[in-house]
């Protein structure tokens, strides 16, 4: 039997207490292939994604992967973050969550473009996301990394 990281338990349960404490739950992503999210919005390799319920529409948390509508620009976009990507969750206001080990699987090979795959979400279907484009957050030192 294989057993499920805890990672997307401890994802969810942060998310979960940022959002009941009335915090701006964070999530800090490692980009590849895999990650679904509009282009122009990564830093060094990097994204900074607002997963509070007035930024998010449809937000997933599941084992392998998050799965949201938010606004960019103006426009709706479905997003997809393998769980494996996360590397932080946190309250934006103080910092508080959990750093992790990032766990890239490479089962695709390089492909001549590193730029992440973009999907648009038609103008028909609404989403109560922050129209502004994510900043990147200063890193903290007293997040824990979990292995």
Known sequence: MTTVSTKPYLVRAIHEWCVDQGMTPHIAVVIDHHVIVPTG????GQIILNLSPDATSQLVIGNEAITFQARFGGKAHALLVPIANVIAIY????GQGMAFEPELVDDQPETETTEPILEHVSDGEACDGDESKPKAQPRRNHLKIVK
């Open 41 to 44: 919005y990564a830093r060094d």
């Open 91 to 94: 309250a934006a206001q103080n």
